[in-house]
């Protein structure tokens, strides 16, 4: 087994201005300790400044940090347990995060809250995945209203009674306005309405034994289609043992719905949310990979086909919309758990990738849950200068200017660029580059028509890469 830390370490350096003087608050994200199936230690430290309020981490499951929102680990489970420690003027701070899961990436960064300041100062990311479990798994059944993206329910070994947003019961926004069909899970019982919030488009309950019973509460807009009262929903006689049935109300004296018997169902015109029991969860799917290369992974799969004739296969794709799809193998109608393996070639470097587990019995199929696999391979800051030394940010030219100067900068491999101006308070004044460009050398000419005098901060990021310089206007 073998197992990829992605390791990048990287430098922002701020400035913050006081009236007699000029300070630097200085930040490093350091790699990861300890890590085991479900937790990790964080590290970090910054350079003491009396500016400088709390620090603590920005953490991430898999995700750019540009177009998600941060996880929120105050929800729910005690997540996080914070230390410092102060060495003259370095403090390093650390952060136990727990009930991770397995089988899992994650990145993070070490976040300053500085005074005055609405923003933070964040320093370079670290990225780390959790060791493999092949006995964590679950399953997703499938639920819709007029097919308006993806919704589910099931379980899985590491879920809780609240919000689980490491599997993907993410905070949404409230309804949208009347007309927008719109399906989604909110709390069954009104003490769980804070874990909720606005609801979650998939909803999963902790596995704790085969004949547990788990209920759930949807909540749907119709538009003005005439079939908008009809949901559907995938198969769940693979998944559970016992009955699976939508109501409303909880007692089921209107609507009373076996879910295994039919696929989809006309609800009354009058109601606007229903309820769903189901009892005895079985046959988890568990899916892991291992073997990254810098262009190819192995996907492997365990699921138990309980006496039926079984495929099984992955999808795969750059969103979860899963346009891809390995080989169907045939796994047999085993008793037992079966282990299953496929190669997936030919992927793009520094890119992040969706992949869930599914199979099918007959005319029913069952998928597991959304997982992550980057191809950033990178296993140490220090031994791999093939994809780091290819990166390199130049010395604007003129510097001092008037108003004109030139950025230059050399990419050795693909990559998205951010290339950005900030004041030495850390506001973002400019975007000089912010796309995907192939490799090669790159001069942008940036005209700095209307700002004053002063000293000016650019930065150069990829996925890999963090590279701060200072320039200098003078008028």
Known sequence: MRIHLLLCLAFVITMSVEIAHTQTAFSVTLPPDSITQ???????FYISHDTILQADFDIRKNEKYDITPDLNFNQGRNYTTYTTKTAGDTVYVYCLLKYLIP?????????????????????GYQQFTTLIDTTAGGFIIPINI???????????????????????????????????????????????????????????RQYSSS????????????????????????????????????????????????????????????????????????????????DVSRNNITLRGTFNPGGLPTEAWFEWDSTKEYRKETPHQDIGSSTNPITFISFVTDLD?????????????????????????????????FNEPSIANTISLSQNYPNPFNPSTTFSFTLGNSAFVSLKVFTMLGEQIAIIVNEKLPAGTYNKIWNANGLPSG?????????????????????
């Open 103 to 123: 089988n899992s990436q994650y990145c993070y960064r070490l976040r300053l809250h500085i005074k005055h300041r609405p923003t933070f100062l964040y320093a």
């Open 349 to 381: 470097p520094n890119a992040l990738y969706n992949y869930r587990v599914v199979t099918k019995q007959g005319a029913d199929i069952s998928y597991g849950i959304d997982q992550y696999f980057s191809i950033n391979f990178i296993t140490s800051v």
């Open 38 to 44: 479900t937790s990790a230690l964080l590290q970090g």
């Open 146 to 204: 007029e097919s308006n993206g993806l919704r589910g329910f099931g379980v899985h070994t590491h879920a809780s009674e609240c919000i689980d947003q490491l599997l993907g019961e993410m905070d949404i926004a409230p309804f949208p306005p009347a007309g927008a069909p719109e399906l989604r899970f909110i709390a069954p019982y009104s003490y769980l309405n804070a874990c909720y919030g606005e609801g979650f488009y998939v909803d999963l």
């Open 455 to 475: 000293v000016y901060f650019y930065k150069l990021e990829t996925q890999n890469h963090v590279e701060t310089r200072k320039l200098i206007i003078i008028k």
């Open 211 to 290: 004949v547990q019973i788990d209920t759930f509460k949807l909540k749907f807009q119709r538009s003005n289609n005439a079939n908008s009262n009809i949901v559907t929903w995938g198969n769940p006689g693979n998944q559970y043992t016992g009955e699976v049935r939508l109501l409303y109300p909880l007692d089921g004296s209107i609507v009373n719905t076996d879910m295994k018997a039919q696929l989809s169902d006309t609800l009354p015109v009058d109601i606007d949310n229903f309820y769903i029991v189901a009892e005895g969860p079985t046959n988890l799917l568990s899916a892991w990979y291992s």
